[in-house]
């Protein structure tokens, strides 16, 4: 099951995809894209990201089954308000 999650930014989509590949890359996610759209996987998860205006939308297409979609939801706002 799929989930599209819609996330208000506050930073330009070029500081979150670069501060993005930076951890994909120290955490050994692979990181596929831009600051526009692109694929993302690593720890049982994947997905795919869009930049809309202030806003990201997070397609998650596959996650561990112990991971709640809360939870989930959760560490992608972290993420982007940090």
Do not use: C, H
Request: glycine residues 10%; without cysteine; aromatic residues 8%.
């Amino acid at each position: 099951m799929s989930k599209s999650i819609l996330l208000k930014i506050q930073q330009s989509p070029e500081v979150l995809y670069a501060k993005a590949l930076q951890a994909a890359e120290t955490q050994g996610y692979t990181f596929v894209g831009d600051a526009v759209t692109g694929e993302i996987s690593g720890s049982g998860i994947k997905g795919r990201y869009k930049f809309a205006g202030n806003s990201l939308i997070v397609t998650i297409t596959e996650k561990p089954t112990l991971l709640s979609w809360d939870a989930l939801e959760r560490r992608l706002q972290s993420f982007v308000a940090g």
